[in-house]
């Protein structure tokens, strides 16, 4: 399971390392690809597989789920470590997540998720998240 959230910088090929208590979880190779909230989502292979299956029970015949399906696929890349432990993050990546200097890797339990400081830091501000409101639809959902 991957939790915690640790600071790293990107270099200027596009490049930043992967927590230590990540890798080997991560295994060998691993997908990246575009997530929600402006932020970027890593899944093992495993955990890639899973989704992948669920993503193929979406009807074809519903925009949505095709629009969804392409938003996760297309952005897609498979990467592995380099002897340093960094991943390079392609272009469109970068820019989908807003990402320049500095990123915030954070653990989501099946999943990796590598934000830009900035978007990490509006997306936990007051203005953002009523975390009361969050932990009642949570109660609803019946967490």
């Known amino acids: 399971m991957f939790i915690g959230e640790y600071n790293h910088a990107v270099d200027t090929k596009g490049r930043v390392s992967i927590p230590a208590k990540f890798r080997e979880e991560l295994g060998e190779h691993f997908i990246l690809t575009k997530g929600l909230d402006n932020c970027l989502f890593i899944y093992s292979s495993d955990e890639w597989g899973i989704l992948e299956n669920k993503l193929k029970q979406l009807p074809m015949t519903n925009k949505d789920a095709r629009a969804f399906v392409r938003f996760f696929f297309s952005g897609a890349s498979e990467c592995e470590l380099d002897s340093q432990g960094r991943i390079r993050i392609p272009a469109n990546l970068r820019e989908h997540a807003l990402l320049e200097k500095e990123a915030i ?39």
């Open 105 to 143: 890797i954070i653990g989501v339990g099946t999943r990796v998720e590598i934000w830009s400081n900035v978007e990490w830091e509006k997306y936990n501000s007051d203005d953002n998240l009523s975390y009361d409101e969050i932990a009642n639809k949570m109660a609803e959902l019946g967490i």
